[in-house]
């Protein structure tokens, strides 16, 4: 029997014939198959936008073939240059452009899931490589069963034979033609970068292996390999495996020049062809690196850097000297690889090190800092780095942890498809956040995971922002407390970890995904405890036995390794409520909390409210009400009372969950309840809001009081999922009030203050201490309560939730104490260094929350006419208290006469430095930064001084200069100081350039911020000749992040085609990504510029930003740059169009970008028309008579009614 299957093959054979400089491959590729029954077709995958394929055999016999293109419907023949572009300005031509290939003749009502299960069709179930099975294979199979049968036993069933299966050999020959997507070929010119050597390496560990070679792109579809590589003689080839050949020369009589040299790896292990990966040029001299002392690492790190075409004409003596230089850096970047896998090891006990050797190349222009292959790490070759870069120490080190973890992990553990591809991210999350805690602490880990959790929810659910904050009372029913919201609208992607469709490789691209497996992963671990790491060992064990074709490698199998790892049932229905609404779901909880105090029956009183408003709520002014049956109230006669719990016809907040059965139309988004609907509320629903989504779940709340502290539990379910009041008892005595004795408050110390203004005996409330819920939670508490947590409280969460708490509460503080507690946290070394930097933002923040007095900075009358003006002495404020601290703390330590020199080998004091003068930048008075700032910060840039400092000061002199951008000035006031600084900087970054040209970077990025806020003019720049080549990569990207910025001045709109079309003509693939990423990020926001593009006034601009978009939909090769170019097509146009009442679902329109053949799909879907319409039709017909009823046109209407 004939059957089509998508196959898994066991081995595959590749060679390639590289051409380097030409930028070509010539390849060959042998795949070894073990059906269990007679395949028909066999689909593969391989871009026909790059790869052509010249013939294919299978079993040495001639097959059949059909090569499909799975993108790019553009015209043929466009010119690539921007400088070649002809922008059109007829309108009727763009339209009839978009409704040939976007709406593919006229059929508009293409939905959403049709669009993606063609994807899915072509990419996953067949492949754009269909080759057909020659029917003499069929029958040689036969005959070979048949007669190993007859030897075997004649007795024997038939199945037994099918399962052992027979294999099947598929050869092709293909030609790489194209290298714009998963190749990148460096060629250096006489004008850029002339002694940069050429080399070529590949960049598709999480992207599309067959833009290269044809293969098996499925995860499930896991094999061994063997690599032949043939290079010209002046190179070398690095690539997964165990290099059995190298350098074996090709020359035989009848081609005696041969210059090609061979080189072969072989790959034991299976590994995914995401695994597969090579880079080619000068790394013909590999560096070793002995392992410290201590550490029993049995694995080899081999070291690849290239050289440089130049080296290789110096002498001996010269070259010795540059390789222990090029050593020496890889030395003091790479010394920690040995400690990372000694830490790996130890977290995988029962999954040794898959491959014999680690291996490290370090690339020119790399598309992303790094890159994790089989047993290989393609890293950027800014990672290099001398002992005296600080901040790059700690990068460097987190990058390669997470380059060898994704090596280790990501590419030999089994998952079924892309959508769980969150599992191998999370892992890889695990091994480094060990790492980091062992190396550089648990502070710092934790900080780490506190960033990614505020990236998260700044992407994925910014649905609102807090303003402003006054008096503190209940939430519930109150409109004259609490946070004064202001609505954000994004159009950011949001899907769910485990979405139940199809992901393409760009929507998998989206960072803030990545963090969330993150976070998600750590809450699992905690949650599981120490049997976590048997849990990782048992889940990577999982292997494939010949011909079958996949497991059950997806997050439900995860999930249930998870529950059956905790012995107690309500943990295992914790996991499962978990990962149903964090790994299921998109958004997260925002929950409020107001505390109270009752001093009569010494009762603590909290009030937590999941809040579900959508953003279009609050801007129609929806407040926070109760929706659920109150439990009681913390404070008397400040709440109204709570309406009914609404029914199902309310249309807020009017939505459910659907049944897991039940699918959803829009992934990770709860289905909408029918307004109209009448059906009875179903037991066991949850009520969600149009936007957030109601959790259920355990909270822990930590209570510290003054001779007792305990963790208290909150369950939220049923009816107490939205609203729960809890009433707990307070057993710690009330303390002695010691305002009665009069003392001059100012000589008290801060300990002294907390003790006369504390009123009850609670100090401290913490709601979520672990962050399982990742939203840090809005509280409400006193200022004595929050200092308070800011001092007693050891976690770094903790702390940072304080000093948030005290920013909150703006300039109603006490003068004495938030000032003073911000300033011993900055001055107090026991603080982590990031604690003390945020304290630092906070004292800037409360600083600028009320006007400076002149008196701010000291507290002596002025006579000798300084700029400071004369004033009197009298009680400073807590605004003037807070700017002192800042100010103080670097004049009374760097300060003398002149700015002394720098001293970096006190690392907290240098990154407190850095910390300080960014926060003193952002001090306002008026809206305006006070003279003194900006004589700070250009004194600090005049006098700076590093030739006694044996460390760097390019990240220090950066930070600074990027001060300069926070600075606003009046228009009365001259900039021109301001501007000779940056400008000398950047002349000077030129001349003697920076470590990464890092000074240049901040000096263009000051400028931009500078001419935004209208100090400088938008002539005193140019950032067009940093966009060019010659310039360093992250120069040209600073360059152009500024162009996209200045888009929101009028003045600067016309140019959005332009500087859409330098970041299409830009070389560097990760320059390309970053820029357009960037780009699509700040206008999902919504900003106000959009509404130029939207009304369509110059018409040449949108008719060429919207053309240049839709040519890179169609025609660019980089699936993650059609992704995000659809995304920034529909921040632009799409929220407009739905709002105008046409059709907002993009994917209606611009489906272009999948990667599918339209004409087939279209011609299913039109067929599925006709079908449904033939149906319709036959409903007229008379089953008395048989006959069809034919209706006129004219007489339809009348008929209906």
């Known amino acids: 029997k004939m059957e089509n299957t998508r196959l898994r093959p066991e081995h595959q054979w590749i060679h390639f014939r590289v051409d380097i400089t030409g930028g070509k491959m010539l390849g060959r590729t042998e795949l070894i198959y073990a059906p269990s029954g007679n395949p028909s077709q066999i689909g593969l995958n391989a871009d026909a936008s790059q790869i052509k394929i010249l013939g294919v055999k299978i079993d040495n016999v001639e097959a059949k073939f059909v090569h499909n293109q799975t993108h790019g419907f553009g015209r043929p023949g466009e010119a690539k240059d921007s400088s070649e572009r002809k922008f059109t300005a007829d309108r009727s031509v763009q339209f009839t452009r978009e409704q040939e290939y976007f709406r593919l003749d006229n059929m508009r009502h293409l939905k959403d899931a049709d669009a993606r299960a063609c994807e899915r069709a072509a990419i996953e179930e067949r492949g754009e490589l269909l080759i057909d099975v020659p029917t003499e294979v069929g029958k040689r199979r036969n005959a070979i069963k048949m007669k190993k049968k007859s030897e075997i036993d004649l007795l024997s069933n038939d199945k037994k034979i099918e399962s052992e299966g027979i294999p099947i050999v598929v050869s092709i020959q293909f030609l790489v033609f194209k290298m714009e997507y998963g190749i990148h070929v460096v060629k250096p010119t006489q004008e850029a970068y002339d002694n940069r050597p050429i080399h070529m390496f590949t960049y598709t560990s999480r992207g599309r292996p067959s833009s290269w070679f044809p293969c098996n792109e499925s995860h499930s579809a896991m094999c061994t390999y063997e690599l032949v590589f043939d290079i010209p003689e002046p190179y070398s080839v690095v690539a997964p495996g165990t290099c059995t050949k190298s350098a074996a020369p090709l020359r035989s009589d009848q081609y005696p020049n041969n210059p090609y040299r061979q080189w072969k790896f072989e790959i034991g292990k299976q590994v995914t062809a995401r695994g597969i990966g090579f880079a080619a040029g000068p790394f013909g001299e590999k560096i070793t690196i002995d392992p410290p002392e201590g550490i029993n690492v049995k694995v080899a790190l081999e070291i690849y850097v290239p050289w440089e075409p130049k080296h290789k004409l110096l002498g001996r003596i010269k070259r010795e000297n540059l390789f222990a230089r090029a050593k020496r850096r890889v030395q003091n970047t790479c010394a920690c690889v040995f400690r990372i896998l000694d830490s790996y090891s130890l977290s995988l006990a029962e999954n040794n090190y898959p491959f014999r050797s680690c291996k490290l190349v370090f690339v020119h222009e790399a598309c992303s800092s790094v890159e994790a292959f089989a047993g290989m790490g393609l890293c950027h070759i800014d990672l290099l780095h001398e002992s005296d870069i600080i901040d790059q120490v700690y990068e460097s080190r987190r990058l390669l942890a997470e380059s060898v973890a994704g090596a280790w992990i990501r590419h030999t553990s089994w998952i079924n498809s892309l959508k769980d591809e969150w599992i191998l991210d999370g892992l890889v999350a695990i091994l480094?956040?060990?790492?980091?805690?062992?190396?550089?602490?648990?502070?710092?880990?934790?900080?780490?995971?506190?960033?990614?959790?505020?990236?998260?929810?700044?992407?994925?659910?910014?649905?609102?922002?807090?303003?402003?904050?006054?008096?503190?009372?209940?939430?519930?029913?109150?409109?004259?407390?609490?946070?004064?919201?202001?609505?954000?609208?994004?159009?950011?992607?949001?899907?769910?970890?485990?979405?139940?469709?199809?992901?393409?490789?760009?929507?998998?691209?989206?960072?803030?995904?990545?963090?969330?497996?993150?976070?998600?992963?750590?809450?699992?671990?905690?949650?599981?405890?120490?049997?976590?790491?048997?849990?990782?060992?048992?889940?990577?064990?999982?292997?494939?036995?010949?011909?079958?074709?996949?497991?059950?490698?997806?997050?439900?199998?995860?999930?249930?390794?998870?529950?059956?790892?905790?012995?107690?049932?309500?943990?295992?229905?914790?996991?499962?409520?978990?990962?149903?609404?964090?790994i299921d779901n998109t958004n997260f909880p925002r929950l409020h909390v107001t505390y109270d105090f009752c001093k009569k029956g010494k009762n603590i009183l909290l009030e937590l409210v999941q809040d579900t408003r959508s953003a279009d709520e609050v801007i129609k002014g929806r407040q926070l009400g109760a929706v659920g049956p109150r439990q009681g109230s913390p404070r008397k006669n400040t709440a109204r009372r709570p309406s009914p719990r609404p029914t199902p016809k309310s249309k807020s907040p009017g939505v459910r969950i659907r049944r897991t059965s039940t699918p959803n139309r829009h992934p990770g988004t709860p289905a909408r309840l029918d307004a109209k609907s009448t059906r009875p509320e179903k037991k066991g629903s949850k009520d969600l809001g149009k936007k957030g989504m109601m959790f259920e779940?355990?909270?822990?709340?930590?209570?510290?009081?003054?001779?007792?502290?305990?963790?208290?539990?909150?369950?939220?379910?049923?009816?107490?999922?939205?609203?729960?009041?809890?009433?707990?008892?307070?057993q710690s005595s009330k303390p002695r009030n010691q305002r009665r004795k009069r003392v001059a408050e100012d000589t008290l110390s801060l300990d002294d203050l907390?003790?006369?203004?504390?009123?009850?005996?609670?100090?401290?409330?913490?709601?979520?201490?672990?962050?399982?819920?990742?939203?840090?939670?809005?509280?409400?508490?006193?200022?004595?309560?929050?200092?308070?947590?800011?001092?007693?409280?050891?976690?770094?969460?903790?702390?940072?939730?304080?000093?948030?708490?005290?920013?909150?509460?703006?300039?109603?503080?006490?003068?004495?104490?938030?000032?003073?507690?911000?300033?011993?946290?900055?001055?107090?070394?026991?603080?982590?260094?990031?604690?003390?930097?945020?304290?630092?933002?906070?004292?800037?923040?409360?600083?600028?929350s009320g006007r400076l007095s002149k008196s701010s900075g000291s507290n002596?009358?002025?006579?000798?006419?300084?700029?400071?003006?004369?004033?009197?002495?009298?009680?400073?404020?807590?605004?003037?208290?807070?700017?002192?601290?800042?100010?103080?703390?670097?004049?009374?330590?760097?300060?003398?006469?002149?700015?002394?020199?720098?001293?970096?080998?006190?690392?907290?004091?240098?990154?407190?430095?850095?910390?300080?003068?960014?926060?003193?930048?952002?001090?306002?008075?008026?809206?305006?930064?006070?003279?003194?700032?900006?004589?700070?910060?250009?004194?600090?840039?005049?006098?700076?001084?590093n030739t006694r400092n044996k460390y760097s000061d390019t990240y220090y002199l950066s930070d600074v200069i990027r001060s300069l951008g926070d600075i606003k000035i009046s228009h009365t006031e001259s900039s021109e100081e301001i501007w000779d600084a940056i400008e000398r900087y950047l002349n000077l970054d030129r001349v003697l350039p920076s470590y990464r040209n890092l000074i240049s970077c901040a000096c263009l990025e000051a400028s931009c911020s500078l001419q935004l806020a209208r100090v400088l003019s938008l002539e005193k720049i140019s950032y067009d000749e940093y966009c060019t080549y010659p310039?360093?990569?992250?120069?040209?990207?600073?360059?152009?992040?500024?162009?996209?910025?200045?888009?929101?001045?009028?003045?600067?709109?016309?140019?959005?085609?332009?500087?859409?079309?330098?970041?299409?003509?830009?070389?560097?693939?990760?320059v390309r990504r970053k820029a357009l990423r960037f780009w699509t990020e700040k206008w999902e926001r919504?900003?106000?510029?959009?509404?130029?593009?939207?009304?369509?006034?110059?018409?040449?601009?949108?008719?060429?930003?919207?053309?240049?978009?839709w040519?890179?939909?169609?025609?660019?090769?980089?699936?993650?740059?059609?992704?995000?170019a659809r995304r920034l097509y529909y921040a632009i146009w799409g929220v407009w169009q739905r709002?105008?009442?046409?059709?907002?679902?993009?994917?209606?329109?611009?489906?272009?970008?999948v990667q599918m053949k339209p004409s087939a799909a279209m011609r299913r879907w039109y067929k599925s028309q006709e079908d449904l319409k033939k149906s319709q039709r036959e409903r007229c017909r008379d089953n008395r008579v048989g006959a069809v009823i034919k209706v006129p046109a004219r007489m339809r209407s009348s008929i209906r009614r």
């Open 860 to 945: 002596q009358r002025v006579t000798d006419g300084a700029d400071d003006g004369d004033w009197k002495t009298g009680t400073l404020t807590a605004t003037d208290r807070a700017f002192d601290s800042l100010h103080d703390y670097l004049k009374n330590r760097y300060y003398q006469n002149v700015w002394k020199g720098n001293d970096f080998s006190d690392l907290q004091e240098y990154f407190m430095k850095r910390g300080v003068i960014r926060a003193l930048s952002k001090v306002k008075d008026k809206n305006l930064t006070p003279t003194k700032v900006v004589n700070v910060i250009l004194g600090l840039l005049k006098d700076n001084d």
């Open 432 to 582: 480094v956040d060990r790492y980091i805690r062992e190396s550089l602490g648990n502070n710092a880990a934790t900080f780490l995971a506190r960033k990614a959790a505020l990236r998260v929810c700044h992407f994925e659910d910014p649905t609102y922002r807090k303003e402003k904050i006054k008096n503190s009372g209940s939430l519930i029913g109150d409109t004259d407390s609490g946070w004064r919201t202001v609505a954000i609208k994004t159009t950011h992607p949001r899907y769910p970890l485990s979405y139940n469709g199809f992901l393409s490789i760009g929507e998998l691209a989206v960072p803030s995904r990545k963090d969330k497996a993150c976070l998600v992963m750590l809450a699992l671990q905690n949650m599981i405890g120490k049997s976590f790491r048997d849990l990782m060992n048992k889940y990577m064990k999982t292997k494939l036995s010949p011909g079958e074709t996949s497991k059950a490698g997806d997050t439900r199998s995860f999930i249930k390794y998870c529950k059956k790892s905790r012995s107690y049932q309500d943990e295992a229905a914790d996991i499962k409520i978990y990962a149903k609404q964090y």
């Open 697 to 730: 779940g355990k909270l822990n709340i930590k209570i510290k009081e003054l001779d007792r502290g305990f963790v208290k539990t909150v369950q939220f379910q049923g009816t107490q999922s939205y609203r729960i009041v809890e009433k707990i008892r307070c």
């Open 754 to 848: 907390l003790k006369r203004r504390i009123e009850n005996p609670v100090c401290w409330v913490r709601i979520d201490p672990e962050q399982y819920w990742i939203r840090p939670v809005v509280m409400l508490q006193d200022e004595v309560m929050w200092i308070y947590q800011l001092r007693k409280e050891k976690d770094i969460l903790a702390q940072l939730d304080a000093i948030q708490g005290i920013k909150m509460l703006g300039a109603n503080v006490d003068p004495l104490l938030s000032p003073k507690a911000l300033e011993d946290t900055m001055q107090d070394r026991n603080y982590f260094v990031e604690v003390r930097i945020a304290a630092a933002q906070a004292a800037a923040a409360l600083a600028s």
């Open 1111 to 1124: 040519e890179c939909l169609n025609d660019h090769s980089d699936v993650e740059l059609r992704y995000t």
């Open 1031 to 1070: 310039n360093y990569d992250g120069v040209r990207l600073t360059a152009l992040q500024c162009k996209i910025r200045l888009l929101s001045l009028k003045e600067r709109v016309e140019r959005a085609p332009e500087i859409f079309a330098t970041i299409m003509d830009e070389k560097t693939p990760g």
């Open 1139 to 1153: 709002g105008r009442g046409e059709p907002g679902r993009l994917d209606e329109q611009i489906f272009l970008h």
């Open 1086 to 1109: 919504q900003p106000g510029v959009l509404s130029i593009f939207r009304t369509e006034k110059p018409v040449e601009v949108v008719t060429s930003l919207r053309a240049l978009v």
